[in-house]
Each structure stands twice: as structure tokens, then as C-alpha cells.
């Protein structure tokens, strides 16, 4: 049978593996042999109704529909909104179709839908004795937010194989689960013009998240539930696809019920198509939410002078399920100051208290290697996460060698407000206090519950916090050295404003490729920043101490950061005071240091070169460290439109590491 018709529809009630996705698999039968003489004018539909059965194969019973053709050119769009409102409906469009020998040819501008996923192509020939389905040329894949171009494809129905050649197209990873399953919206249709052009004018920044990729790769190969790539390059630089790419290799996807699993070998970071920096991936899922779908690097290189005597270089595993709701993430380090120095620094002699003084000791084999260790999971509607660190592995060392901390939190409607209500433990915490220097927490436990607004009034940037706090615990005393143990009831309020002065902000929050160094307009001038806080904290043994806070101070911001040198700078000045009274039982959390002057200084050095800095001032008179800075960071950071790197050192703990972040755009 020889069937030419011009614009013609065909709907088949059969399951185009989702459109090329894993898992899915559909039977074609014979439709109905006639002789079908039509007028130019009209247009023939051909309608089937199943019924799934368990082997995935479907019972079809025929029906055949006639149009005019002016009609349903003048009422297509709500005609096709309503079919395909039909869930188990597919849609074939083309400018011309013809069936030989039980092969349906579709050439011409052609369009298959199916339950929120669209595909058009040159041409597309289907095999209904085969089961097999190919298309070529200008091949396009769009349901909901994920788009993909394909120069060729192929699928047999019958095996589940098949292939997708030369693909490029853009992933959101926050929404791929849930467009899989979309429902069809005709207005995605129109998202194509805008999509074919990969490189885009202009992106807008999406602050702490990326969930927007470039994705391409010469093959993709369907094996059932699995796609595999031997290379698969992907992109967060929307603009020009050249600042970062990600080269992941033997990339294998397989699809399980409510989730896609990602597996690759060693991988590249590829810095302005340049520096290749190697890196493991590993195993990924993305689930529905899309939260558990990032790209990080597993290799940690850090310095800690106080636990770790130094450098140290950390690589996680990848994460193990204890079970359906918890996660556990390991991550073995190697102490390399230390291994080379052959001592430690780090621990209290054998037998002391943990508030003595750290001593020089000897180390031994098991003192060069140290374990971090997280785990994470949810307990009717609770998250619960645990933190460990084992600084030495030597077990003679354990209990000075072993921190750890663990909470569990929800979100709670009170007073008409969202509230995080936590509970947590923690043992053998170092807290930083001002001039009073390093403190040490033995342990403790208790409850909090903190209340966190922002909000913008007459352009007055604001952000309130509240807290509200009961615990037991076991520290270091104030004025001795000796561990003291206490229950302690506290409440802490802080509100923080930025008023502007003379402001000009940016005329839109869009970048295009003028952008290279920076992901978001900068918002220049100067304000003034205040700080209002309240605190007041009572002691088991009577001890109560409280104070008001008062700050106020000018930041100014000028540049660019679009030419190559001395276009940013940011400099800021906050002095605040505090008026307090009383005492508390421990030393880390004694207020002490009553006035203070934070500075900030950013400054562009050359290109994407930028020294950022921090310190606080200690202005206290009666204080033994006035006129020192408390507390203080500098870094020297390499900052592109879509990636900064950078190092970082601490003073005043004497810990410093290395700093990687990608930018997301939409």
C-alpha cells in the first residue's frame, strides 16, 4: 500500500521508549489495509486504543477519523492540546508520509509528540515487522526544560538497542526527573527557535546552584536501561562553552524507578580549554528532587596546622546507602607536614587533660593518616546528620584524636513562622573566641530553636535572626584550665541592614560575554552597613552574662571587573561595641572583647586576579592583644565568569586550604 498525503496526522497509541529514554519499550501491530483515495483537502487520522499487557505489548483496536482539512488547519492547536492530553498517545506530523511493504516514511518537517516530549527531524522511517525506528538530520529532543540536537538515531523495539549520534543540547538537572514524566504543553514547541542556537546573548546568574549544562558527545548507545559514552563533555559557561568544561569518560546512565544512576572512570576539569586538572566523579543519583546530581571534585588539599600539623591531601569515597533514607560519605586523609616532619604537635600529653598545652610526641605509622566521615538521612520528616573526625589513626591517641557532632532538625510552623527546631551532641569541639583565643568544648548536648528573615524595604536590604537555646555542658573554665560542667539557658537576636547611599544599580541583571570575569553585574556605590544584636545567657550556678550590640560602618564598591586592571574594588569598615555585663562559666563563650573594627579590602590586581582580605581589629583597651587582629583571612583567588579558584590561610587558627566554585546561569 502506497499512501501520499500532504500534512498528513497520524496518531499511533504506542510508547517511543519515552522518546529515547531508558526502560521503555513498545509494540507496533498491523493497522488496517484500505483503499484510501482521498481528496486533496481532507486529512486521515489513524487512532489506536490499548491496553498494556505484562509483557509490554499492546492490544490495538483501529479507528479511523476524517477532517476537513481547512478545519483542522483553522482548529489545530486546540485539536492537538486535547489530544494529546491523552496520556498513551504518540502524534506523527510531517509535510509528507507514506507506508510500503508495512514501513511508514515521514519526510518534511517532522514532528513526533508524546506525554510532554517532542521530537522533529528531517525524516523518520518506522518498520512495523522490525519494530525498528530511525531518524536523520536536524533531529531535535525537547520535553520541559531539557533540550538535545541529534544528527542521527536508531532503536529496535524488539531488543532495546540503538544509538544517538553527534548530540548537543542543554540538561537541567533541578527538573529532569519530573520532565520525563511531564504531560505535553504545546507552548514547549516554541522553545525550539530560542534552544537551536547553544551559545547564548545573555544568561542570568543563579546564586549557589548549578542545574543548567551543556551537554554533547560524538555516540550515545542504548542497551535497555542503560546509555553509555565513552566521552561526554559538559559546560555550566552558557555564554561561550569554553571557560569550563567537564570531559567525563566511559560515562554509563542506567535507569532505576525514581531514579537515574551515573557511573564514569577518571575525568578532566578543562580550564579555558587549556589546563586539564583530573578528577573522579564516581557514582551519582539523580532523584526527582535533583539534589543529589553535583558535580565535585572528591580531592581535598588542605592545611591545619592545629589537628593536622600542616598540609594534608583527603579523597572521599564514593557514597554508601546504610539503607533507603541515610548516606554515608568517607573520606580517608593522608597528613603529609606531618609524615615529613616525623612528630606531631597536635595532642596534649599521654594522660593530661585535653585543656593542657600541646606537646611535642613522636609519631608513629598510624599518625599519618586521619578520617573524616559524614552520615546523613531523614527519620520521620527529621534530618539527621553526624559528623566525625579521627585526626590520627593511632588508637593509643583516640580519644585526643576523635571529634564529633551530630544533629537533628526539622522545619516547624510557630507563631505563624517558619522555625528550625534542632536537638545536637557534640564531642570535643575547638571554638574560637576573639582574644581569648582557642577554647575547648569536652562535650555536650541540647536544643535549639532559630528563626532566620530577609527582606527588602525602600530598597533597605534587611536580615533578622533569632534563637532560643537550652544545653548541658562539659568545658574548659573560664579562668583556669580545668573542666567545668554546666546547664546553660540562652536567647540571641541580631538584625542586619544595609542602607543605600549613593547607589547605581545595574541596568539589568543579565551578562553577556562582555562578562569574563565576573557572573553578575556589579552593584556599585556607597552604604552603610549597622548591625543591631542581643544576647543574654543564664548558668546553672547563677552566672549570667548579657550585653547590647551596636555597629555601624560604610562600604564602598567601585568598578567594573570588566577591564584588565585595578576595575573592581571593595572596601569596608564596620566598628562595633558592645555593652556587656556579667560572667560567664566558660571561656568560649565569655564575651570579652566589648569593641571591635572589622576591615574588608577587595582589590582587582589583574585580570581574573583578585586579593580579598578580612581581619577584626581587636580595639578593647584592657585587653592584652589591643591593636591585634583576632580575627583575619586573605586570599588570592582566580575569578572567571563561570568558575573561581583560589587559596586561602587563616592567621589566627593557622588553617588555610584551596577554594574551587562553579557559577550556574539560566
Do not use: C
Not at 532538625?409 to 569541639?429: A, V
Amino acid at each position: 500500500m502506497n499512501l501520499e498525503i500532504s500534512k498528513k496526522v497520524i496518531i499511533f497509541s504506542f510508547l517511543f521508549i519515552n522518546l529515547i529514554q531508558p526502560g521503555k519499550s513498545a509494540d507496533l501491530v498491523r493497522t488496517n489495509k484500505r483503499n484510501n483515495n482521498l481528496a486533496s483537502n481532507n486529512v486521515f487520522l489513524k487512532k489506536i486504543n490499548y491496553k498494556k499487557s505484562s509483557v509490554s505489548f499492546f492490544n490495538h483496536n483501529l479507528k479511523n477519523i476524517f477532517y476537513d482539512k481547512q478545519f483542522l488547519e483553522k482548529n489545530s492547536e486546540h485539536l492537538l492540546a486535547g489530544l494529546t492530553q491523552k496520556e498513551e498517545e504518540l502524534i506523527i506530523q510531517s509535510d509528507k508520509q507514506s507506508e510500503i511493504n508495512d514501513t511508514i516514511y515521514a519526510e518534511g518537517d517532522v514532528s513526533v509528540s508524546y506525554k510532554g516530549k517532542l521530537l522533529k527531524a528531517d525524516t523518520l522511517i518506522y518498520d512495523k515487522l522490525s519494530k525498528k525506528i530511525s531518524a536523520k538530520g536536524n533531529i531535535v529532543l525537547l520535553f520541559g526544560d531539557q533540550f538535545f540536537k541529534v544528527e542521527q538515531l536508531e532503536y529496535s523495539f524488539i531488543s532495546k538497542k540503538g544509538y544517538l549520534l553527534d548530540v548537543e543540547g542543554f540538561i537541567n538537572t533541578s527538573t529532569f526527573m519530573d520532565d520525563l514524566s511531564s504531560n505535553f504543553s504545546l507552548p514547549d514547541s516554541n522553545k525550539i527557535k530560542n534552544l537551536l542556537k547553544f551559545k547564548k546573548k545573555e544568561v542570568l546568574n543563579t546564586p549557589n546552584k548549578v542545574e543548567n549544562w551543556f551537554f554533547s558527545t560524538d555516540k550515545i548507545s542504548i542497551d535497555g536501561q542503560k546509555w553509555e559514552s565513552k566521552k561526554a563533555l559538559f559546560s555550566n559557561d552558557l555564554l561561550e562553552l569554553k571557560q569550563v568544561k567537564l570531559a567525563i569518560n566511559s560515562l554509563a546512565v542506567t535507569s532505576e524507578e525514581e531514579k537515574l544512576r551515573f557511573k564514569s572512570s577518571l575525568n578532566y576539569l578543562i580550564l579555558e580549554e587549556k589546563v586539564s586538572i583530573p578528577f573522579w566523579l564516581g557514582n551519582r543519583t539523580l532523584t526527582k528532587s535533583g539534589e543529589d546530581f553535583e558535580f565535585e571534585n572528591r580531592w581535598n588539599l588542605g592545611y591545619e596546622n592545629l589537628d593536622k600539623d600542616g598540609y594534608f591531601i583527603g579523597r572521599k569515597f564514593n557514597s554508601i546507602d546504610i539503607s533507603d533514607d541515610f548516606v554515608l560519605d568517607l573520606e580517608p586523609q593522608f597528613l603529609i607536614q606531618r609524615s615529613l616532619k616525623g612528630y606531631t604537635k597536635s595532642f596534649v600529653k599521654k594522660d593530661e587533660s585535653i585543656t593542657s598545652e600541646r606537646v611535642k610526641r613522636n609519631t608513629s605509622f598510624e599518625d599519618y593518616f586521619a578520617l573524616k566521615s559524614q552520615i546523613k538521612g531523614t527519620i520521620n520528616n527529621w534530618n539527621l546528620e553526624i559528623d566525625k573526625n579521627l585526626n590520627s589513626l593511632d588508637f593509643d591517641k583516640f580519644s585526643d584524636a576523635f571529634r564529633f557532632k551530630t544533629e537533628l532538625s526539622k522545619e516547624i510552623d510557630f507563631l505563624d513562622s517558619k522555625w528550625k527546631k534542632s536537638f545536637y551532641g557534640i564531642y570535643r569541639e575547638r571554638v574560637w573566641n576573639g582574644s581569648l583565643g582557642e577554647s575547648e568544648i569536652y562535650s555536650g548536648f541540647g536544643s535549639k530553636l532559630q528563626k532566620e528573615n530577609t527582606w527588602i524595604v525602600d530598597g533597605i536590604k534587611k536580615k533578622e535572626f533569632l534563637s532560643l537555646g537550652f544545653s548541658k555542658i562539659t568545658a574548659e573554665a573560664l579562668n583556669s584550665k580545668n573542666l567545668v560542667t554546666n546547664l546553660k539557658s540562652n536567647f540571641f537576636y541580631s538584625l542586619d541592614q544595609k542602607f543605600p547611599i549613593s547607589i547605581r544599580y545595574p541596568d539589568t541583571k543579565f551578562i553577556d560575554n562582555s562578562y569574563k570575569y565576573i557572573p553578575e553585574p556589579i552593584t556599585k556605590g556607597l552604604s552603610i552597613n549597622t548591625r543591631l544584636e542581643a544576647s543574654y545567657a543564664v548558668y546553672e550556678n547563677g552566672n549570667h552574662q548579657e550585653y547590647i550590640g551596636l555597629g555601624i560602618g560604610p562600604e564602598l564598591i567601585f568598578g567594573n571587573f570588566k577591564n584588565k586592571t585595578f576595575d573592581y574594588t571593595r572596601i569596608s569598615l564596620f566598628p562595633f561595641y558592645k555593652f556587656n555585663s556579667g560572667e560567664s562559666v566558660f571561656k568560649f563563650d565569655h564575651n570579652y572583647d566589648n569593641f571591635t573594627l572589622k576591615i574588608s579590602f577587595d582589590q582587582q590586581l589583574y585580570g581574573p586576579i583578585i586579593l580579598e582580605s578580612s581581619g577584626t581589629l581587636n580595639l578593647t583597651t584592657e585587653s592584652n592583644d589591643y591593636g591585634d587582629f583576632i580575627d583575619s583571612k586573605i586570599s588570592l583567588n582566580w575569578k572567571n565568569r563561570s568558575y573561581s579558584f583560589g587559596i586561602f590561610y587563616q592567621p589566627h587558627n593557622k588553617a588555610g586550604g584551596i577554594t574551587f566554585s562553579l557559577f550556574g546561569f539560566k
